[in-house]
């Protein structure tokens, strides 16, 4: 299972640091990304981060201004989104791959979702 957390109202320019947590299963044997979903639209791929945290890639949108990071011996990985905007309001939701690397924008690749945890961005 995996537990996502740290949602919350942010006014715009902030910052937030978003985890996700595992229980159950160990996350190290996975790749761990990030999506998020706005209302009424796909969800998108915003971050992901390889099994050993050697490699990550960022979304489009979140690119420059996010981090990703995981901390396998605790079972867990954060999100950290700076400068943040009004277009960044949406549920996140982390999720875990165990398959290809070459797959980690392709939502519908993943094993394992988290419930989601809400971002607002308003001032």
């Known amino acids: 299972q995996l537990q996502a957390s740290g949602g919350g109202l942010v006014q715009p320019g902030g910052s937030l640091r978003l985890s996700c947590a595992a229980s159950g299963r160990t996350i190290s044997s996975a790749t761990i990304a990030w999506f998020r979903q706005a209302p009424g639209r796909e969800r998108e791929f915003v971050a992901a981060v390889s099994r050993s945290g050697a490699t990550t890639v960022y979304g489009d949108s979140v690119k420059g201004r996010s981090t990703i990071s995981r901390d396998n011996a605790n079972n867990r990985v954060d999100l950290q989104v700076d400068i943040l905007k009004a277009e960044d309001t949406a549920v996140y939701f982390c999720?875990?791959?165990?398959?290809?690397?070459?797959?980690?924008?392709?939502?519908?690749?993943?094993?394992?979702w988290g419930q989601g945890t809400q971002v607002t961005v308003s001032s």
């Open positions: 999720a875990a791959l165990s398959g290809s690397w070459s797959q980690i924008r392709r939502p519908h690749e993943y094993d394992d």
